[in-house]
């Protein structure tokens, strides 16, 4: 019997299972080959990608986005990887699937809605405390983890601050109908957070009642039961519950009820245990002072990301991957990462320079002399690619860019060409990347299946 194909992306996941599908999308469960870890990977392919005006845009704002809001109860985004064809989202693989398939079922108990709306409240104001509005919140985005624990997902249609207008306000009408705040079909421009606040209130309402609050056939009709807040409370809703529920249904998002008065009121305070967030830093500065891990006995795996996309026409989302324009290269080489920052090292000591090794696989050299622009400083940061390939990136940290040019090309890059296998950009190399190491052609993810799109730089 003939092995089954093991198809590896990047070297790095093994592709399973499809588990979902849309109009440009593919989802599929994965696992981390080193340490086991299950995650969910979305396949975009670009080209449909390109075809569709805006597409662009929302899928680098979605990339943004998801890098802001870092929350135990928001499905978390691992890394972007891309090939010349194809974008991947690396997600947290969330086992209990959409809270939707339990309303489903019928109504929830009260507890058991109250649990869920107050992890969507704790998700929702993190998302607002860093500008983030979501605008399709409902049950189907909010999935449920094998824990119990609720996670939004699908920040597609999120907006962030430089999407508003002169007024203030976002214009763009979007979101599903029956969860959508007046405001918002009314076309004349609303505030995002308030707008979510809404459609908080309609999902809960989902919860205890196990059906929606507007609904009707004709789609004009539901628009006007929602321009009125008309609805009604089944019985079995407690006094509490229908209290906080008119509260979030209001029509005039500026008597809507905040979050800070939603945390406040008795009902959602009740068994309430805040969640433990941690704060990440995207910085690229590291404080001299700052902790580093005891042991680091590899350099970071390069996801290929800016490396490929910055090859591929049209498809530079490099700018949502650092803080500030860089003045950069790129080299591979097949020396070992300890060879090459020994090797960075030596070249940073023999022009003169003060030499700093740090243990994450970073090399930095500062001149000694003053510049136009203060001292010249360079960062040398190592990544693994496969086995046997390593991305070597360098980067003017400070310093006149004039300067730092002149240093480049007349010291820096003729001292490493003992290392280097292929610069990124030159004319006369194949600008594809490597996959995975490896002499078995089905060790890696081609775009058509074929070894074809995996070709050696």
């Given at each position: 019997?003939?092995?089954?194909?093991?198809?590896?992306?990047?070297?790095?996941?093994?592709?399973?299972?499809?588990?979902?599908?849309?109009?440009?999308?593919?989802?599929?469960?994965?696992?981390?080959?080193?340490?086991?870890?299950?995650?969910?990977?979305?396949?975009?392919?670009?080209?449909?990608?390109?075809?569709?005006?805006?597409?662009?845009?929302?899928?680098?704002?979605?990339?943004?986005?998801?890098?802001?809001?870092?929350?135990?109860?928001?499905?978390?985004?691992?890394?972007?990887?891309?090939?010349?064809?194809?974008?991947?989202?690396?997600?947290?693989?969330?086992?209990?699937?959409?809270?939707?398939?339990?309303?489903?079922?019928?109504?929830?108990?009260?507890?058991?809605?109250?649990?869920?709306?107050?992890?969507?409240?704790?998700?929702?104001?993190?998302?607002?405390?860093?500008?983030?509005?979501?605008?399709?919140?409902?049950?189907?985005?909010?999935?449920?983890?094998?824990?119990?624990?609720?996670?939004?997902?699908?920040?597609?249609?999120?907006?962030?601050?430089?999407?508003?207008?002169?007024?203030?306000?976002?214009?763009?009408?979007?979101?599903?109908?029956?969860?959508?705040?007046?405001?918002?079909?009314?076309?004349?421009?609303?505030?995002?957070?308030?707008?979510?606040?809404?459609?908080?209130?309609?999902?809960?309402?989902?919860?205890?009642?196990?059906?929606?609050?507007?609904?009707?056939?004709?789609?004009?009709?539901?628009?006007?039961?929602?321009?009125?807040?008309?609805?009604?409370?089944?019985?079995?809703?407690?006094?509490?519950?229908?209290?906080?529920?008119?509260?979030?249904?209001?029509?005039?998002?500026?008597k809507r009820i905040s979050i800070p008065a939603i945390t406040r009121t008795p009902w959602f305070r009740k068994s309430f245990k805040a969640p433990m967030i941690t704060v990440v830093n995207d910085g690229e500065e590291e404080d001299d002072g700052a902790a580093v891990?005891?042991?680091?006995?590899?350099?970071?795996?390069?996801?290929?990301?800016?490396?490929?996309?910055?090859?591929?026409?049209?498809?530079?989302?490099?700018?949502?991957?650092?803080?500030?324009?860089?003045?950069?290269?790129?080299?591979?080489?097949?020396?070992?990462?300890?060879?090459?920052?020994?090797?960075?090292?030596?070249?940073?000591?023999?022009?003169?320079?003060?030499?700093?090794?740090?243990?994450?696989?970073?090399?930095?050299?500062?001149?000694?002399?003053?510049?136009?622009?203060?001292?010249?400083?360079?960062?040398?940061?190592?990544?693994?690619?496969?086995?046997?390939?390593?991305?070597?990136?360098?980067?003017?940290?400070?310093?006149?860019?004039?300067?730092?040019?002149?240093?480049?090309?007349?010291?820096?890059?003729?001292?490493?060409?003992?290392?280097?296998?292929?610069?990124?950009?030159?004319?006369?190399?194949?600008?594809?990347?490597?996959?995975?190491?490896?002499?078995?052609?089905?060790?890696?993810?081609?775009?058509?299946?074929?070894?074809?799109?995996?070709?050696?730089?």
């Amino acid at each position: 019997m003939e092995e089954e194909r093991r198809v590896v992306l990047f070297g790095k996941y093994e592709i399973g299972r499809l588990l979902g599908k849309g109009t440009f999308a593919k989802v599929y469960h994965a696992k981390h080959i080193t340490t086991g870890e299950s995650v969910a990977i979305k396949i975009i392919n670009k080209d449909h990608v390109m075809k569709r005006n805006g597409m662009m845009d929302q899928i680098k704002r979605e990339i943004s986005i998801m890098k802001l809001v870092r929350h135990p109860n928001i499905v978390e985004l691992k890394e972007v990887m891309a090939t010349k064809t194809k974008i991947f989202f690396v997600m947290e693989f969330v086992r209990g699937g959409e809270l939707f398939a339990k309303v489903v079922k019928g109504k929830l108990k009260e507890d058991a809605a109250r649990r869920y709306f107050q992890q969507l409240i704790s998700a929702v104001d993190f998302c607002h405390s860093r500008g983030v509005s979501h605008r399709d919140l409902k049950p189907e985005n909010l999935l449920v983890d094998e824990n119990g624990d609720l996670k939004v997902s699908d920040f597609g249609l999120s907006a962030l601050p430089e999407q508003l207008l002169q007024d203030g306000l976002l214009h763009t009408q979007c979101g599903t109908p029956a969860y959508v705040a007046p405001e918002v079909l009314r076309k004349k421009g609303y505030d995002g957070a308030k707008a979510d606040i809404w459609s908080c209130g309609v999902v809960l309402y989902v919860l205890l009642a196990g059906y929606l609050p507007f609904q009707d056939e004709n789609l004009m009709n539901m628009y006007r039961k929602i321009f009125k807040a008309e609805f009604d409370f089944p019985p079995w809703f407690s006094p509490e519950a229908r209290r906080l529920i008119s509260k979030l249904l209001v029509v005039d998002p500026e008597k809507r009820i905040s979050i800070p008065a939603i945390t406040r009121t008795p009902w959602f305070r009740k068994s309430f245990k805040a969640p433990m967030i941690t704060v990440v830093n995207d910085g690229e500065e590291e404080d001299d002072g700052a902790a580093v891990p005891a042991v680091v006995v590899s350099p970071k795996f390069f996801n290929a990301f800016e490396f490929i996309s910055s090859m591929s026409s049209g498809f530079d989302l490099s700018s949502l991957f650092e803080s500030k324009r860089k003045v950069r290269s790129m080299f591979t080489s097949r020396w070992s990462a300890a060879e090459i920052m020994g090797k960075m090292e030596g070249i940073g000591k023999e022009m003169g320079m003060k030499v700093k090794r740090t243990k994450d696989f970073k090399v930095r050299m500062q001149g000694k002399t003053e510049g136009r622009k203060g001292q010249i400083s360079v960062t040398a940061e190592v990544f693994e690619v496969a086995p046997e390939v390593a991305v070597v990136e360098l980067c003017k940290s400070a310093g006149d860019t004039l300067e730092y040019n002149k240093l480049y090309e007349e010291q820096v890059r003729p001292a490493l060409k003992d290392i280097v296998w292929s610069w990124h950009g030159d004319n006369n190399n194949n600008n594809n990347i490597i996959i995975n190491d490896s002499n078995n052609s089905n060790n890696y993810i081609s775009d058509e299946n074929s070894g074809s799109d995996c070709e050696r730089i």
